[in-house]
DNA sequence: AACATGTACG
């Protein structure tokens, strides 16, 4: 601008009009020279015009941090507001938040003349999404039904993306099914709302459709990225390499989304070396890939690595979150190291986390595992917030390892009152009396659970051998070579505590 | 002017 303004002349062979200024907009972003173009468009007479005023919108919001706002007074005063005006502003805030303004609006734009189109449903639903407002997402799920648009394939995947996101993934799934022509967003948005919904198989299932069915779409990163939580759940080890071969077969960047996805895969497959090496090969590391690595290696028992990458990690200027703090406690707790557990915990203030449940939970775990079960009911004693049943249930825990039973009785008495469908809490303490030889107390806790109707399914390990999946659970005898599976078991203890005996000799 | 992606205690 300042270079063409500097051509004699120049403004009588340039014609001022809304083209203009549109794309002066264009090539102009920060935030002096957008305020200074709007200015000029007031002072040229250009202010009513909605498609100039789409643009403003659309520039300030790009600016990021308050630019929304500045957005919005160029949408509130415009004195005319075609649709595309709207769907900008809209856009604006189902990207940028708050999200309850962008159904604001839409509800606004229902009593104008100005109707809805194509382009307004996809906005307004990812509003609602994000929002988790079902109700709300319903509602204009039916507009758009009324309006003719709900086939319309950015409709429909915006609407498959909002059902998988408010936990209605069979309700996703049919929507799904009626889109004859699926785009690669379709399949993305359909495997995510599986892996975010612990249908890990059914992802897993969809994209081995995808690959057969749809001879077009091809995965991309998204695809990787979406698939990616389902093979960690499962320890699909096989999925797992085929994604990671697949990221490299078709030269996709490394980035911290596969990144981190691709080392939790491993670490949950128990691949620890790999998920190591994937990790150094990000060029770009963020939180995620960070508090990914610090998981790893807290639960392959590698606790100090674990520090000391989360060291590394705020060395490096990275903000940590409370899920960073999880994962950092849960290393220590696995390897005793109360003092740096403390040590991190106290960190949580100064880097203005807040301390929730699974915080407290954590040193209780730290405290309770060590052995200090005196000290870890004083801490309950002491927690600024009600404990809840993350916090009584890993005292249950500990007092399990140490046979406390008294102690046991009094976490799980407040389990029942807080936590009544937790299933396998009851089991822990009924197993404690059963271990002592206390039956009848043993058949009480038993009983009482079955009563409650309710089962949670116990958690297990997995292990994928060739192509086959097999499960184990606490006391599991149902695998066809239990015998020989705990007679391994049994030499694993015995090399375990002789490691245990050598460490402390 | 459009919809889809990662990390979480026991």
């Given at each position: 601008?300042?270079?063409?303004?500097?051509?004699?002349?120049?403004?009588?062979?340039?014609?001022?009009?809304?083209?203009?200024?549109?794309?002066?907009?264009?090539c102009?972003?920060?935030?002096?020279?957008?305020?200074?173009?709007?200015?000029?468009?007031?002072?040229?007479?250009?202010?009513?015009?909605?498609f100039?005023?789409?643009?403003?919108?659309?520039?300030?919001?790009?600016?990021?941090?308050?630019?929304?706002?500045?957005?919005?007074?160029?949408?509130?005063?415009?004195?005319?507001?075609?649709?595309?005006?709207?769907?900008?502003?809209?856009?604006?805030?189902?990207?940028?938040?708050?999200?309850?303004?962008?159904?604001?609006?839409?509800?606004?734009?229902?009593?104008?003349?100005?109707?809805?189109?194509?382009?307004?449903?996809?906005?307004?639903?990812?509003?609602?999404?994000?929002?988790?407002?079902?109700?709300?997402?319903?509602?204009?799920?039916?507009?758009?039904?009324?309006?003719?648009?709900?086939?319309?394939?950015?409709?429909?995947?915006a609407?498959?993306?909002?059902?998988?996101?408010?936990?209605?993934?069979?309700?996703?799934?049919?929507?799904?099914?009626?889109?004859?022509?699926?785009?690669?967003?379709?399949?993305?948005?359909?495997?995510?709302?599986?892996?975010?919904?612990?249908?890990?198989?059914?992802?897993?299932?969809?994209?081995?459709?995808?690959?057969?069915?749809?001879?077009v779409?091809?995965?991309?990163?998204?695809?990787i990225?979406?698939?990616?939580?389902?093979?960690?759940?499962?320890?699909?080890?096989?999925?797992?390499?085929?994604?990671?071969?697949?990221?490299?077969?078709?030269?996709?960047?490394?980035?911290?989304?596969?990144?981190?996805?691709?080392?939790?895969?491993?670490?949950?497959?128990?691949?620890?070396?790999?998920?190591?090496?994937?990790?150094?090969?990000?060029?770009?590391?963020?939180?995620?890939?960070?508090?990914?690595?610090?998981?790893?290696?807290?639960?392959?028992?590698h606790?100090?690595?674990?520090?000391?990458?989360?060291?590394?990690m705020?060395?490096?200027?990275?903000?940590?979150?409370?899920?960073?703090?999880?994962?950092?406690l849960?290393?220590?707790?696995?390897?005793?190291?109360?003092?740096?557990?403390?040590?991190?915990?106290?960190?949580?203030?100064?880097?203005?986390?807040?301390?929730?449940?699974?915080?407290?939970?954590?040193?209780?775990?730290?405290?309770?595992?060590?052995?200090?079960?005196?000290?870890?009911?004083?801490?309950?004693?002491?927690?600024?917030?009600?404990?809840?049943?993350?916090?009584?249930?890993?005292?249950?825990?500990?007092?399990?390892?140490?046979?406390?039973?008294?102690?046991?009785?009094?976490?799980?008495k407040?389990?029942f009152?807080?936590?009544?469908?937790?299933?396998?809490?009851?089991?822990?303490?009924?197993?404690?009396?059963?271990?002592?030889?206390?039956?009848?107390?043993?058949?009480?806790?038993?009983?009482?659970?079955?009563?409650?109707?309710?089962?949670?399914?116990?958690?297990?390990?997995m292990?994928?051998?060739?192509?086959?999946?097999?499960?184990?659970?606490?006391?599991?005898?149902?695998?066809?070579?239990?015998?020989?599976?705990?007679?391994?078991?049994?030499?694993?203890?015995?090399?375990?505590?002789?490691?245990?005996?050598?460490?402390?000799?």
């Amino acid at each position: 601008m300042p270079a063409w303004g500097s051509i004699p002349g120049f403004h009588r062979v340039l014609k001022r009009d809304s083209f203009y200024y549109s794309r002066l907009l264009q090539c102009h972003s920060s935030p002096k020279s957008v305020a200074r173009i709007h200015a000029q468009i007031i002072a040229t007479g250009h202010g009513h015009n909605p498609f100039l005023a789409s643009k403003l919108v659309s520039r300030y919001t790009d600016l990021g941090g308050r630019g929304i706002d500045d957005a919005r007074r160029v949408f509130d005063r415009a004195p005319q507001r075609d649709i595309l005006l709207w769907n900008v502003m809209i856009r604006s805030y189902a990207n940028s938040g708050p999200q309850t303004e962008a159904i604001i609006l839409y509800c606004h734009l229902r009593r104008t003349s100005v109707r809805p189109n194509c382009y307004t449903y996809p906005f307004v639903i990812k509003a609602c999404a994000a929002l988790g407002d079902e109700n709300e997402g319903r509602a204009v799920h039916a507009d758009a039904v009324r309006a003719g648009l709900d086939s319309d394939l950015f409709v429909s995947n915006a609407l498959v993306a909002f059902y998988a996101k408010c936990c209605e993934i069979e309700t996703a799934r049919n929507l799904f099914d009626e889109i004859p022509v699926k785009d690669l967003v379709s399949w993305n948005s359909m495997i995510a709302g599986y892996s975010q919904n612990d249908c890990a198989y059914e992802a897993i299932a969809l994209l081995h459709q995808m690959l057969r069915e749809d001879v077009v779409t091809k995965p991309d990163r998204v695809t990787i990225a979406a698939l990616l939580p389902a093979c960690a759940a499962l320890a699909a080890v096989q999925e797992g390499m085929w994604a990671h071969s697949y990221v490299i077969k078709t030269g996709m960047e490394m980035d911290a989304r596969l990144g981190s996805g691709l080392v939790s895969m491993y670490a949950n497959c128990g691949r620890l070396d790999t998920a190591q090496e994937l990790f150094e090969r990000v060029r770009e590391p963020n939180l995620i890939l960070y508090n990914s690595i610090i998981r790893a290696y807290g639960m392959h028992g590698h606790a100090k690595e674990a520090v000391v990458i989360f060291s590394k990690m705020l060395e490096m200027g990275i903000e940590p979150d409370g899920i960073c703090f999880i994962c950092a406690l849960s290393a220590c707790s696995h390897a005793g190291m109360v003092h740096e557990g403390f040590e991190i915990f106290e960190m949580m203030d100064s880097y203005g986390v807040e301390k929730g449940q699974v915080h407290y939970a954590c040193m209780v775990d730290l405290l309770g595992r060590a052995g200090q079960l005196r000290r870890a009911v004083e801490f309950i004693g002491r927690m600024p917030v009600d404990p809840g049943g993350d916090v009584w249930g890993a005292l249950l825990g500990a007092c399990r390892i140490y046979n406390d039973i008294e102690l046991a009785e009094e976490a799980a008495k407040k389990l029942f009152l807080l936590d009544p469908e937790n299933a396998g809490r009851y089991a822990a303490l009924a197993k404690m009396y059963e271990d002592v030889g206390r039956w009848e107390d043993a058949a009480r806790v038993r009983k009482a659970l079955r009563d409650r109707g309710v089962r949670k399914p116990l958690g297990c390990s997995m292990v994928e051998v060739d192509t086959e999946v097999h499960t184990f659970g606490v006391e599991d005898e149902s695998h066809p070579m239990t015998a020989e599976i705990y007679v391994v078991l049994e030499q694993l203890q015995k090399l375990v505590v002789e490691d245990e005996i050598a460490a402390i000799g």
